[in-house]
């Protein structure tokens, strides 16, 4: 099904229409725990005051929303939803259509980013494994999302 195709467009994108990853969006329970993760633990910048987008300014007084950039730019906005549950307790259990967010590192730095993962406590679903690709670990946020640090090979 091509949501995308109108009389006057072909039917498809061109290639490099879409240029980057503009933000993503997470629904989370307990947002001062997942702001902890995500600005504290994973070190990435909170926008606060000025650097808040005028859309969002309200939401963020009011503590309902909290937003996160990555040194590349990508933001990640956090909503919060006191009442998500996930439909299984088990983390393992897929319960979104998304699978896993990955954050890219540099390859010295990985063994370092192992051994905090695995010195903080978090829940590391599996990993480090190593692929033709790169390496990786797969753990979980504090709502059971699960994300990837990764590095080239």
């Known amino acids: 099904m091509n949501m995308l195709a109108t009389p006057q467009t072909t039917d498809r994108l061109a290639p490099g229409t879409l240029r980057q990853v503009h933000h993503l969006a997470f629904n989370v329970k307990d947002m001062q725990a997942s702001r902890q993760f995500y600005g504290s633990f994973l070190g990435l910048h909170e926008l606060t005051g000025d650097e808040v987008p005028s859309t969002l300014k309200e939401l963020v007084a ?52 192992v051994a905090v993962l695995k010195q903080s406590g ?32």
């Open 62 to 113: 009011e503590g309902k929303v909290a937003n996160f950039v990555t040194p590349d730019g990508t933001v990640i906005d956090l909503f919060w939803e006191p009442a998500l549950e996930p439909p299984h307790a088990d983390p393992r259990q897929q319960f979104t259509r998304a699978n896993h967010l990955a954050f890219g590192v540099a390859a010295e730095a990985f063994d370092e980013v």
């Open 122 to 153: 978090v829940t590391i679903d599996h990993g480090p494994v190593t692929r033709p690709t790169g390496r990786g670990i797969y753990f979980y946020d504090p709502d059971g999302f699960l994300l990837e640090i990764r590095c080239d090979p």
